[in-house]
C-alpha cells in the first residue's frame, strides 16, 4: 500500500458505465452517448490515405497546422470567433481539453459554475482540479435553460470558472442568444473564464442557432470537436480555442499529458472539415425525426417531456426514477436515472436518441406496456 488517500477518491467511476456492465446485450440501449452512424466515406479514405502516406509519427503538440487552419476558418464562419494557428490546440477529444482546461486554470478554493444537470465529467474535472463545482440550475419549466441571472447569481469572488453546455447533454436544451451574450460580459467584467462545451453545435434543429461566447469575450476557451458531428468518437479528435494569453498554459498541460493527438484522425480532421458537410446535416434530420418520436412518444404515455433544441437526449420526468430505471432494464430497455447529471435530475430519466428509429419505436411499445 503506497499511499492511504489518493486525489482519485474525490471521485468515483461514471455510474452509467457501472450500471450497464451485467445487462442482457439484446437490450434497446438508449443509455448510450454516441452517434449510431459510420464515419462518413470520405472521411475514412483520408484516413486510408494518411497511413498509406505514413503519417504515423508525433505530430506537432498543437495538432497539424494545417489543421489547425482548417478550424481557425470553421471557428470564423460558423461561430465568428476571430483566432489563429497558434491558439488552436488539437486534443484526444473533448473529454482531454475539459480535463486541460481543470487542470490549467483551478486549483484548491477556485469555484467553478456547472450546469446541474449536466454532463458527468463537468463535476469529476473540476474535483479533480481540487476546485470546488458549483451547480447552477436549469429547471425543466424553462425548458432546462439556463439565464443570465442564472449565473449571476451564483457568482462570489472564488468564482473563476463557468462550464456551458449548448446543446445541453442531458437536457437538449440550447442556450438563447442573449444569455450566450450576458453570460460572456459577466465573464469579462468578473475576471472569470468560460469554458464553452460546443460538441453538440451541428445537432440542432427546427432552424434553432447556436451561439457561441468565444465572439463575445475574450475570457472564453472554446472546446468542439469531431465525436459528435462527424460520427468520429473512437477516433477521439478534439480541438480547444483559446485566448492568446493562456494558450501557453494549456499547451503545458496538453504536452506533458498527451503529447498530440493521433496522427491519422487529425488527417481525418482535415477532411471533414474540407470536405462535403451533407452527411452532418443528414444525420441531424434523422436525429430530428427520432427526437419527434421519442418525445411525442412520452408525451402520450403522460410523462411530461420537454422537445429539445439540440443533441440527441431526452430528459422525462417519471415518478419514480429508480423503480422507472429498473423495470425498463428487465424489459430490454435501458436509460439512465437523472440523478447521475446532477440533483436537480432526481426527477427524472435520460434517454438517448442515438439509436435506430425502428428500435425507439420497439422501445417505446415496451414501456408503454409496463
Ligand atoms: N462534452 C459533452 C457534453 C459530452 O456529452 C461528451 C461525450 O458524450 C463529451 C464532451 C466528450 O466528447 P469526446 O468524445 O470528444 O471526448
Known amino acids: 500500500m503506497v499511499k492511504s488517500t489518493y486525489r482519485t477518491s474525490l471521485i468515483e467511476l461514471s455510474q452509467i458505465r457501472k450500471m450497464f456492465e451485467n445487462t442482457n446485450p439484446d437490450a434497446i440501449n438508449l443509455a448510450i452517448g454516441e452517434p449510431d452512424f459510420d464515419v462518413p466515406e470520405n472521411i475514412k479514405n483520408a484516413m486510408k490515405k494518411g497511413i498509406d502516406d505514413n503519417f504515423s509519427h508525433y505530430t506537432p503538440n498543437r495538432g ?64 479533480l482540479a481540487e476546485a470546488k ?36 447533454n442531458p437536457t437538449g436544451a440550447v442556450i438563447d442568444k442573449e444569455d450566450i451574450r450576458g453570460i460572456a460580459d459577466l465573464a469579462t467584467d468578473n475576471d472569470i473564464m468560460i469554458i464553452s462545451d460546443e460538441i453538440y453545435e451541428k445537432i440542432i434543429y427546427d432552424n434553432k442557432k447556436h451561439y457561441s461566447p468565444g465572439a463575445y469575450s475574450d475570457n472564453v476557451i472554446t472546446i ?40 491519422i484522425s487529425q488527417i481525418g480532421g482535415i477532411e471533414a472539415l474540407r470536405g462535403p458537410q451533407e452527411s452532418v446535416s443528414k444525420m441531424a434530420k434523422e436525429f430530428e425525426k427520432r427526437r419527434d418520436l421519442i418525445t411525442d412518444s412520452l408525451n402520450d404515455m403522460g410523462y411530461e417531456c420537454v422537445k429539445g433544441e439540440g443533441a440527441f437526449y431526452v ?56
Open 224 to 263: 468542439n470537436g469531431f465525436s459528435k458531428a462527424y460520427a468520429m468518437t473512437g477516433l477521439r479528435l478534439a480541438y480547444m480555442s483559446s485566448p492568446s494569453y493562456f494558450t501557453e498554459e494549456l499547451l503545458k498541460v496538453h504536452q506533458y499529458t498527451t503529447a498530440c493527438a493521433s496522427s
Open 133 to 168: 463545482p458549483v451547480g447552477y440550475e436549469t429547471p425543466m419549466e424553462r425548458g432546462f435553460k439556463v439565464k443570465t441571472d442564472d449565473i449571476q447569481e451564483k457568482i462570489t469572488e472564488n468564482t473563476k470558472g463557468i462550464i456551458l453546455n449548448s446543446p445541453s
Open 64 to 127: 497539424y497546422e494545417e489543421l489547425r487552419e482548417e478550424i481557425v476558418k470553421k471557428l470564423s464562419k460558423d461561430n465568428h470567433i476571430k483566432t489563429n494557428a497558434n491558439d488552436i490546440i488539437v486534443t484526444c477529444g473533448a473529454s482531454e481539453a475539459l480535463s486541460d482546461c481543470c487542470q490549467a486554470l483551478f486549483e484548491k478554493g477556485d469555484e467553478v459554475l456547472i450546469p446541474n444537470p449536466g454532463f458527468l465529467s463537468y463535476e469529476a474535472t473540476v474535483k
Open 315 to 370: 430528459f422525462p420526468k417519471v415518478p419514480n426514477p429508480e423503480e422507472f430505471v429498473r423495470k425498463a432494464m428487465d424489459a430490454g430497455v435501458l436509460c439512465v436515472q437523472g440523478i447521475a447529471f446532477g440533483s436537480e435530475g432526481k426527477n427524472n430519466v435520460r434517454m438517448s436518441y442515438a439509436n435506430s428509429y425502428e428500435n425507439i419505436e420497439k422501445a417505446m411499445d415496451i414501456l408503454r406496456k409496463i
